[in-house]
């Protein structure tokens, strides 16, 4: 078999590709060892004597079908954690997951005028100093306390 180093590299050279990337056809070894210029092997590639190999990557499948796991919430187990509880989801977000519909909830019901100014910046200084879980605790609060009419749900 002829030595076709220089026709490899050269076919590198025009396709842009490393050397290892050339793939040349085998029923044509004789022609493409007879090409010594640049034109000649351009004439090959032309011809599919010569071609360039698809360039070889890291398959993403086992990574998506993975995610699409843990869209569903799989995958989430204690086996599976990294960091610490709070790294995880910090405790400003789960305040901020729990004062915002208090917040709105208050302003809701202030601007309905089911509670005056001042019973709305009590109820504020309670929310924001932690009194209440959620906004159902809220509205218990509100429906024990005589403040709203139990038929208002949040």
């Known amino acids: 078999m002829s030595d076709l180093r ?12 490393g050397v290892n990337r050339v793939w040349m056809d085998h029923d044509r070894i004789e022609e493409i060892a007879k090409a010594v210029t ?3 092997i351009r004439v ?3 011809g ?6 698809q360039i070889l990557g890291i398959s993403r499948g ?7 796991q843990k869209a569903k919430g799989r995958q989430r187990g204690q086996g599976s954690r990294k960091g610490a509880k709070y790294a995880r989801f910090p405790r400003k977000q789960r305040w901020i997951s729990t004062i ?8 809701s019901l202030r601007d309905t005028e089911k509670i005056d100014r001042s019973t709305y910046r009590m109820l504020y200084q309670k929310a ?3 009194e209440f879980r959620n906004k159902h605790h809220l509205h218990t ?3 024990s306390h005589s403040i709203v009419q139990e038929e208002q749900a949040p």
């Open 48 to 53: 599919k004597a010569i071609k360039s190999r």
């Open 44 to 46: 090959l590639i032309k």
């Open 100 to 107: 915002r519909p208090l917040r709105v909830y208050l302003r």
């Open 6 to 17: 220089n026709q490899r590299r050269m076919a590198a050279c025009l396709m842009k590709c």
């Open 141 to 143: 609060y509100l429906v």
């Open 128 to 130: 924001k100093g932690g």
């Open 62 to 68: 086992r990574k998506k079908f993975a995610a699409r």
């Open 38 to 40: 640049k034109d000649d």
